[in-house]
């Protein structure tokens, strides 16, 4: 009797405590929205500013859409940036040549998907760990678009290229339903599909995935691959927002964004645990703070550090967990 009621009297606790877990990220967020205000004032909750918010972070939410799955798997992908790069300018290049817009985006996505392969072949394969062997990779994709571009950038050609990232549907640009309805496939495969139950097995115990029968060499090439046809959807707007790619500094620090909305999204660094929704929401929180920055006249200089204090609570918070 005594431990029925105790049983009863403890259920909200644990109500409250099981939202806290699951949706932390939520809260927080609706905590530096309510921040944010204070400090600006009514017209930072304006839609125009919500709507300008995301689509200054749908191209590198597209990345960490891509990064979270790495991560779950217990994996992490340095190169997402250099290869953003690398990537806009073959893409710029193809488009040139050919005039197709088609072709030029098939360019980008089948790009992408040869070098997550062979970063998923290198991690899987060569036992390289991924975090060396991305950086590897981050490194040559860095040179090659130098070397492509010499040094500059280089500019596309082809009317009605710019059309991708700079037009816009009910009220919206494309990059914003583009990156939502990334969200919404990631979520699904993550979710709902025997290939995101694999990746979480993998990220929780990999010897133990590989007992159970789990093809792990297959599905971690998978994830690679995934997150860089993701890195070359992104490079296609980046360089269609400007009509160019600039060798030097597209896609600089791309992946700190990335792993910083990944890890404040709740997903751990050792992976197997996380959300895609959590991604979804470290993103704008990482978009809320730029913009509250931004206005508030902080300098451009020290907003690294902000972002470095962030992930270094968000990994002390789960450490706590």
């Known amino acids: 009797m005594n431990l029925e009621w105790e049983r009863r009297s403890n259920r909200p606790a644990h109500a409250l405590g099981w939202l806290w877990s699951e949706y932390s990220v939520v809260f927080a967020f609706l905590a530096i929205v309510l921040l944010a205000?204070?400090?600006?004032?009514?017209?930072?909750?304006?839609?125009?500013?919500?709507?300008?918010?995301?689509?200054?972070?749908?191209?590198?939410?597209i990345i960490s859409l891509g990064m979270s799955v790495v991560m779950l798997s217990g994996g992490i992908d340095l190169s997402v940036g250099a290869v953003l790069a690398f990537v806009g300018a073959i893409t710029i290049i193809v488009l040139n040549n050919t005039g197709s817009v088609l072709i030029a985006l098939v360019t980008a996505i089948g790009s992408g998907a040869v070098i997550g392969g062979l970063n998923g072949f290198m991690?899987?394969?060569?036992?390289i760990a991924s975090f060396i062997a991305t950086l590897g990779v981050m490194a040559a994709a860095?040179?090659?678009?130098?070397?492509?571009?010499?040094?500059?950038?280089?500019a596309g050609k082809v009317e009605g290229y710019t059309a991708i990232a700079n037009h816009e549907l009910l009220g919206l640009s494309y990059p914003i339903w583009i990156f939502l309805a990334v969200t919404a496939f990631i979520y699904v495969l993550m979710h709902k599909t025997k290939f995101g139950r694999y990746v979480y097995a993998i990220g929780s115990n990999e010897k133990a995935a590989i007992l159970s029968a789990i093809r792990v060499d297959r599905v971690k090439i998978g994830v690679y691959m995934l997150c860089?046809?993701?890195?070359?959807?992104?490079?296609?707007?980046?360089?269609?927002?400007l009509n160019s790619i600039s060798s030097a500094s597209s896609g600089l620090s791309y992946e700190l964004d990335a792993i910083a909305a990944v890890i404040?999204?709740?997903?751990?660094?050792?992976?197997?645990?996380?959300k895609v929704i959590g991604t979804f929401f470290g993103i704008l929180i990482l978009g809320v703070l730029n913009n509250t920055m931004n206005l508030v006249g902080v300098s451009p200089y020290l907003q690294g550090l902000v972002k470095g204090l962030i992930i270094i609570t968000a990994v002390l918070l789960q450490r706590k967990d």
């Open 37 to 61: 205000v204070i400090v600006n004032g009514g017209d930072f909750a304006s839609p125009t500013n919500f709507v300008n918010i995301l689509r200054q972070v749908s191209i590198i939410g």
């Open 123 to 127: 991690i899987t394969k060569g036992r």
């Open 142 to 154: 860095r040179s090659l678009a130098l070397y492509i571009a010499d040094g500059g950038s280089i």
């Open 228 to 241: 860089s046809i993701l890195v070359g959807l992104a490079a296609v707007i980046e360089s269609s927002r």
């Open 264 to 274: 404040i999204g709740g997903t751990r660094m050792t992976g197997g645990r996380g």
